[in-house]
């Protein structure tokens, strides 16, 4: 859905998807990647540790890089990507939020990201499994020991019509006013 038929930002939240089909190569301005990572470190965080850092790619040979150590592969296409990076901070007593931290800034710049005409998905699973995927990304990046890669946010044009959202469970089966089945 192009922006300029969203009304508002609920509207906006209700149409965001996972894209993973095909990008059209044209590149994404910087000032876009800007916007979104600047959507993704306005997310709020635990005790304001900000735990969270980003690192934008749109150099194409770097962006080959670290697609080439990604397996299975994604986001072949993506002229663009964005990696999110955590620390393990403590923020209260012995709490750390490192995973609320940078939760709310993808969700953030997945919305900017749709906000702004693009396509996207959170990859985080295989990036952050046994096979150390995300560490193998940070060294490409030069990224210190002491974070953590957890995610690649794919950016740039759907060469595809995206899929729809899949239907979620009707809101009465998974929110209640006053108490838990209450409606």
């Given at each position: 859905?192009?922006?300029?038929?969203?009304?508002?930002?609920?509207?906006?939240?209700?149409?965001?998807?996972?894209?993973?089909?095909?990008?059209?190569?044209?590149?994404?301005?910087?000032?876009?990647?800007?916007?979104?990572?600047?959507?993704?470190?306005?997310?709020?965080?635990?005790?304001?540790?900000?735990?969270?850092?980003?690192?934008?790619?749109?150099?194409?040979?770097?962006?080959?890089?670290?697609?080439?150590?990604?397996?299975?592969?994604?986001?072949?296409?993506?002229?663009?990507?964005?990696?999110?990076?955590?620390?393990?901070?403590?923020?209260?007593?012995?709490?750390?939020?490192?995973?609320?931290?940078?939760?709310?800034?993808?969700?953030?710049?997945?919305?900017?990201?749709?906000?702004?005409?693009?396509?996207?998905?959170?990859?985080?699973?295989?990036?952050?499994?046994?096979?150390?995927?995300?560490?193998?990304?940070?060294?490409?990046?030069?990224?210190?020991?002491?974070y953590?890669?957890?995610?690649?946010?794919?950016?740039?044009?759907?060469?595809?019509?995206?899929?729809?959202?899949?239907?979620?469970?009707?809101?009465?089966?998974?929110?209640?006013?006053?108490?838990f089945?209450?409606?």
């Amino acid at each position: 859905m192009n922006i300029l038929n969203i009304p508002n930002m609920l509207d906006l939240i209700q149409i965001r998807t996972s894209y993973r089909g095909r990008y059209e190569p044209e590149p994404v301005p910087r000032e876009d990647l800007r916007k979104v990572m600047e959507a993704g470190l306005a997310a709020p965080s635990g005790c304001n540790k900000q735990t969270t850092s980003l690192i934008a790619v749109d150099d194409p040979e770097r962006l080959a890089k670290l697609k080439s150590v990604i397996d299975p592969p994604i986001a072949q296409t993506a002229p663009a990507a964005i990696c999110v990076l955590t620390q393990k901070i403590y923020a209260y007593r012995d709490r750390c939020f490192h995973v609320q931290d940078y939760s709310a800034a993808i969700e953030n710049m997945l919305l900017a990201i749709q906000a702004l005409g693009y396509a996207s998905c959170w990859y985080e699973g295989h990036i952050t499994d046994q096979d150390q995927i995300g560490r193998k990304m940070a060294d490409i990046l030069g990224v210190p020991e002491d974070y953590e890669l957890v995610c690649f946010l794919p950016v740039g044009k759907a060469a595809q019509e995206p899929r729809p959202s899949p239907v979620k469970k009707p809101f009465e089966e998974r929110a209640w006013f006053h108490g838990f089945g209450q409606q």
